[in-house]
Structures are given as structure tokens and as C-alpha cells.
């Protein structure tokens, strides 16, 4: 096969894509990581509590839901870091500005990863360097060179008259030299490769089965998305109802199992790939460390993120952990957060070519790396 | 404080409309409901012409300053423009006059467009009652409506030039409400105006106040340090021009002159509004750029800095340098930047009289088709150019956020960037575009591909209206469906320079 040159380059073995994955709602970090080594969660959580024989061991702290289990080898395999007490300096308790302030990381213009792609060493933006599988672009891609929002990778076609149009096109840029004459080179050979990838059938390697919701649909369609080297540097997903304010246990296993399997099937699905694509997952905030009297809780602050494959520093639940004795609860009785999301950030983006001064992506913050 | 009752009453309401279209449509049939959907924004109706395609083998002048003054030209333009003057150079320039004093155009289609975005009119203080979603979505519909449908178009030219030069993202803090209401009462009431006016407008803006932290800019203690971020942008940016002969020093002595300048964000009432702590100035003697400010001048500090640069020689050279790279060419020539900024000075900064100096340059007149479309400038002259009957709604901003050129989203105060580089790995989305446009695929958006090459008599004078010429033997191929022709004309390297 050829190799892609120009505003398509280099993704081939060189390029590495990070995807984000957006729990939106307030996932409870102490449901899907349950510190089965403290007695107060047992005792702020007497019906809620994930009991320790329920629990996928992590370390002598934690366990893992039995809900995320399909998460559970590469945790074991070392590609899955986990970091508890993870969250922002919002104190709001408040969806809209504790995610706003999360995904423009601080009160900057544009988002964290847009200036990410906008800052990072060596920006050869391509036209699809970004993407935002879903129907919005989230905030945190504000400000990218070039952001698509995409369902499928249908949306990346010139229609049913592609086979018409190519040759046609190539034949009146033929004449254009400089930047633009390259540009049209590179973007025709990356039009007959997705054309190509959508010709046929799309087969998941590696034995890898997507469950058939809306979060592992976009995972397939982004796995195929990174196959087709079509320059891919980024990708936001979103998984939403996180808010469990009621009934938590009935609302989160269908929740975790969707992102648990969705995830697994993408990592085995990329294979090789895996080592040169990270996964964060994180979110706004996390929720009471004391149930409530309708079987769920309320807004709180701490709670967890995940890094996986991209060479993550993983079988180890990182960073600083508070415990969960009442004097060192937050406010009303929450986890205070430990681990700003910027320093677990930190890493993934040096390895994702950042450079080490990440002041322009994170303005008026000191970042303090976690190990990840 | 109008009420929301009071507005409801301008018009059948939304839901009246949304009834009337669905039983219009039961007897209609399917096609029709998406037209009887889209009849609230009131498209205007295609032009009756008469219609006419230009004839030369390269771009006449005709054609050059209807590509140059406008989003691009309409189906209808370049009969109409042609028919101002007996010669062709009479028309230009009566299309250049009619252009330059939007107050005497008739925008009837451009008002109608946007007359359904009601948080366009929306007063400052009220903006804070909406989502910021729904803002910056009215918003930019509201850039694209107009950039498509108005008669105005210089004006709208300009709005757009001046929101590049006065960069306000819109996602930072509370310019998410703010951004709304600077677009109306800063670019858009002073874009044809005086430049002074506009810098002073942009000075107090709430949204600029957020958006480069002037709001934080304060000295109310003798160890606390001034907030240099506007001083700094104002200096390069907005006026001198980052060789404009300032200092670091004179950096610091305009932050100081506008210390205690502020927006209310906590509070609950007053939210958004700009107000002067004298509390917060640093009332001190100051020295910018030789020129010295007594102490005591308190809020007047303002007016002393904006007077001592809105003029200055250094920033008349340089929005004179920024015009000619947007009307004229990427590196325009020295001695037209300075007859234009010479005639900036003349007039004390009046915006039509430079752009005047611009047009009746001999450099503009020997322009013709060097420039790359920005991608906002191609997705509209598209548009234009099929006469598309669209609502500017999610889709198209889509593409602009694909070839990152959504307006308000541009986040370091330097705005879009004008030189063609940057814009040149669009393509994909370009192609994308005039594929879609072509083949009916883009939701909200309609041509009448028959009527258009009816109009232009035939395909021939479809393909020079498009291309703004003869077309060339390779752009000449008439062997495909009209569909096909289309996508590949707005596809092509032609189309994608002005």
C-alpha cells in the first residue's frame, strides 16, 4: 500500500490517537471502584456496598465492579491504571459548570484537547485529525485545528457518486503544484481508502464483539476509523446516565457492562494498535460517600478515572487516596479530591507528543504528573 | 424590559406554523413537509432575474469585485451589477458606492432570514436566561443567514473581518452569554463606522473584558500586579501591530491606565454589565509611548490610551496591511498598503473611506482570482452561487467544524488565519460539501439544479457563473449528470479561489 504523505501523514506505524470517553452524569467512583479494604464504606453504604467477594481484586484497597469484569485482564495484564480520588477543583456540585471547567480545563478559551491539537509539537493537522463520535462536538475538542462529528464512517464519503467523482477530481487537480496539489493527492488516496474499508463487511479482529448499543457502535466504527490510517489523532465518545440519585445498582451495572464490554472488544479489536492508542475515561464529578434513603446518592467530588493501552503504566490503582474516615470527608460528607484530572492527563498527552511545557493546554495550573 | 408575551405577537407562533405546515403537507405529500418545515425562516424566494453569465476568458472586473465585495455572487449578481454602469468600469464603481452605504440597501431577505433567532435581539442582561448551546447555535446561524441572504454584503464582509480582528472566543467563561450581545452592539454597529468608535466599543465590551481578562485587571493594593493580557493584545492586535514600536514597558503602563474596568459576573443582578472601580485604579502618573497621563485621570485613563493609539501611524499601517490581505492579495504590495493607510489617517480612521482607497487601488484591480477561499467564504459562496434555499442550521456548521472555521469558536485573540495554508487540508471537506449540496443530500438545504441552469441558459452558462469565466476543456465536460457537474464545479481548484 501506498504511504500517506502531506496533511494525511505519518499515521501509519507513527502516529498514536487518544480517545476520551465521557461518563456524563457523575459517575460514583466509590460503585466502580469500591474500596473494599475501608470499613466507612461499608458503613456509609450498608445496602449500596459492593461486598469484598463480589469485587474483581485490584489491590488490597480496592476491587473492581463486578459490572466493569470484562476490564478486569488488562488490569491484570498491567495496560489498565486506575486513579481513585480523581476529579477537578469544581466545587459546584453542578453538571453543566463542573463538566464545562472540566473540558475546557479551567476558565480558558477552547477545550483541553483542542489546544492539545493545536499546541502539541511537530501539528501536521490533517482533515480528520479529530473526531467526535456522536451527534455534538463536546467541548473539550473546542478549538481544534479540525473537529468532525461523525456517527459512522458513511459520513466520510463524497455519496453515491464517489466512483464518478474520484477520477474526475484527480484528473482537475492534476495541474495543481505547491500545498494544494498535495493536499488533493492525499486526500484522494484517503477517500479511495475509506471507500475501500467501506466496500466490504467491516470484521472485528482479534476475536472482538462489540455489543450492539450506541457506545460500542462508535467504538467499532473507531476502531475501523484508526485501521484506515487516515491520520487520526484524537476521538471523544460520550456514555451518559451516570446521575443515580435513585435505584443506583439497577441503573449502573447496565451502564458499566456497556462501557466494560464496549472497551474490551476495542482493545482486542485494535490488537497491535492498542500500544500506540490511549483510552481516558473520566468524569465531572463523584457522587456521596453516604447512600441516600432512595437507594442511590447525591453529588459529590471524587471519583475515578481510567487509562488504558498507548503504554499506560497500569496494573495499579494510582495517586493519593484519603481514606474514607469522616474527618477527612469533603463538605457534606464527600471524597475530596486528591488527583486533579490534569496531572493524570499529564502523562498520556507527553506520550502523545505534547512536549513537556503543557502550560498552553492547562493555563494557570501547575501540573504535578501521576504515575499512569 | 419587553415581554416575551409581547414578541410572541409579531408572527404566527412556531407551533401555529408547525400545524398549518403538517396539514399543508397531508395534502401536499412527503416531499413538501421538509419546505413546509423550513417555511418559518422565510427564505426568500428565488430571484426572477434577469439572469447573465460572465463571457471573458479570465475573471472580468465585473465579476472580480462581486467576488472581492461579497460572499460570492448569486445567480442574478452579475446581470444586476453589470446593468449599473454603461461601461463596465461605471458599474464597478457603482457597485462599489451602493455597497459602501448599506444603510441606503434594502436588506428585506437578510432581515427575514434571521427574524426567527430571537436571542439576537435579546439585550445584554437577558442572555444569561439562555442556554449557551442555543446562543452560539442562533448565533452563528444567524452569521450564516445573513452571509447567504443579505444585500448588504460588504457590510457582512466586514462583520466578519472585524470579528477575526476583535477575536472573542466564545466558549471562555461568560462569554458564552456575552458573545451575543458584543456581535450586535460592537462589530455590527460599528463595522462601517469609525475605527476609534470601534475600538472603544470593543475596549468596554463585557465579552472582550472576559475573554483577555481585563475584568480581573485591577491594583487595589501596592503589591498587587496588573492583569497585562488586553494591554498586551490591544497594543499588537488591535492597533500598533506587534512591530509597532511599543514596549514592554508601555505594555505595562496601559494595563495600569486600565485597571478598575470591570464586568459583573457574580452578582444577580447586573449580571454582565461593565462598570469602572475606581477603588481598583491605579491612579499613579503613567507614560505610553512617550506620551505622558497624569495622575487623577481615574476612568478618563481609558480615553487617553484609546486616543493616543486608535491613530497612530503604527496602526493605520497595520489595518491597512490587514485589508489589502483580505481584499487584495496574500502579500500585498508596500506602497498600497501605505496609500491605504494613508488615507486611514486622512479620514481619521473612517472605515469607508480606507475601504474605498482598497478598491480604487490599481493592486485590487489586478487581483483577480488569486485569493483561497477560507472555508466560511467557500460553504457560503456555494450557497450563494446554487441560489440554495437553506435554514443554516446543524449540518452546515458540521462542516464548518470540520474544516475548523465555525465563527465564535476560535480560540487565541489573533483570529482565523487569513493566509492559505492553514486552510489547504480542507479539501475532504470541501468535496464532501459540493457532492452533498449537489446531490440534495444536506438536510435543511435545497437547490433547483433545473431552474439554475435554466436561468444561465443552459449548461454552459451554468458552468461560467460557477467558475466565473470560460470554463476551461477540463472543466468543460458536460458527460455527466447535472448533479455530477455541479459537485465537481464546486469541487474544483476554481471554485475554491476568488
Redesign the interface.
Known sequence: MTTLR??FDGNGDRRRCLVVVFLRGAADGLELVPPTGEDGYYRARPLLGVRPEDALALDQRFGLNPGLGALHPFYLDGDLAVVHAAGSEDSSRSHFEAQDLME?GG?????WL??FL?YRQDPA????SAVALGK??P?CL????????MQSLDD???????D??LP??A???AR?EG??G???HD?LE??QRIEALRAEPYRPTGGAEYPQDELGRSLRELARLIKARVGLEAATLDLGGWDSHLAQEALLEPLMTRLARGLAAFYQDLGSDMEATSVVVMTEFGRRVRENASLGTDHGRGSVMFVLGGGTRGGRVTGAWPGLDESVLEGPGDLPVLNNYRDVLAPVLRRHGAGDDLSRIFPDFEIDPLEV | MRSRRGRAKEGPSRREILTGGLLLASTLGCKQLDEALLAPLRMPEPATGPFAAPEGAAIDPVRHVLNRLTFGPRPEDYARVRALGHESATAVRAFVDEQLHPERIDDTPGERAVRRLETLRQPAGELFEYQP?LLLDELTRGTLLRAVYSRRQLYEVMVGFWSDHFNV?S???D?KWLKAAEDRDVIRRHAMGRFPDLLRASALSPAMLW?LDGRRNRKRAADEVPNENYARELLELHTLGVHGGYTQRDVMEVARCLTGWTVRSEERFGKGRVEFRRHWHDDGPKVVLGRRIPAGGGEQDLDRVLDIVALHPSTASHLATKLCRRFISDEPATATVAEVAETFSGSRGDVRATLRAVFESEAFAASAGSR?KRPFRFLVSALRATGARTDGGRKLR?YL????HAPF????PDGYPDE???W??????R??LA??LA?G?IAGTRIDLDRLRRDLGGGHGFRSHLLGRQPAP??D?AD??P??EL??LL???AF?RF
Not at chain 1, 476558565?107 to 477545550?111: E, H, P, V
Not at chain 2, 469558536?409 to 487565541?412: H, L, R, V
Not at chain 2, 489547504?424 to 471537506?429: I, K, P, R, V
Open positions: 502531506g496533511s475546557h476558565l480558558a478559551a477552547g477545550g483542542g489546544r493545536r493537522p490533517g482533515a480528520l455534538t462536538l467541548e473546542r478549538g481544534a485545528p479540525a473537529a468532525a462529528v466520510f464519503t463524497l455519496g453515491p457518486e464517489s464518478t467523482l474526475r477530481l484528473r482537475l487537480y495543481e500545498e494544494l498535495r493536499s488533493a486526500t484517503a477517500l | 448551546r472566543d466558549s471562555k467563561g462569554c475573554y483561497f458540521d467544524l470540520g474544516m475548523g469558536q476560535y480560540p487565541t492559505p495554508s492553514p489547504h487540508g480542507t479539501l475532504l471537506w468535496w464532501s457532492s452533498a446531490g443530500r477540463e472543466e465536460a455527466g449528470t448533479e455530477v459537485a465537481l469541487a474544483s481548484p475554491q
